[in-house]
Nanobody
């Protein structure tokens, strides 16, 4: 069983910053790509940023220059640093990890953490 636990969401004013963290736990051999997605009310879930096991990153155009994804392979964690937040960044943010387990490859999602950007 592999689990992802997210933390760090909350209410922030426009222009503010938040840092989201996600920790992977359970029984697995390795973690491949990790990512953050978000889903605003009434909208589909969209990719925010990805990071490979080697540290290569990709960020959606809407967050480039404001958000930064990083990971700590020793701690099995991924972080999303969000700066210059805008009201349109309001969403539930989900962590994703591709992990290798005994039976093969598994894509695992966190439960989501709400980020609200409002004055």
């Amino acid at each position: 069983q592999v689990q992802l636990a997210e933390s760090g969401g909350g209410l922030v004013q426009p222009g503010g910053s938040l840092s989201l963290s996600c920790a992977v736990s359970g029984s697995f051999f390795s973690i491949h790509d990790m990512a953050w997605y978000r889903q605003a009310p009434g909208k589909q879930r969209d990719l925010v940023a990805t990071i490979t096991s080697g540290g290569a990153t990709n960020h959606a155009d809407s967050v480039k220059g404001r958000f930064t994804i990083s990971r700590d392979n020793a701690k099995n964690t991924v972080t999303l640093q969000m700066n210059s937040l805008k009201p349109e960044d309001t969403a539930v943010y989900y962590c994703y990890a591709g992990v290798v387990v005994r039976t093969g490859f598994l894509g695992v999602w966190g439960q989501g953490t709400l980020v609200t950007v409002s004055s």
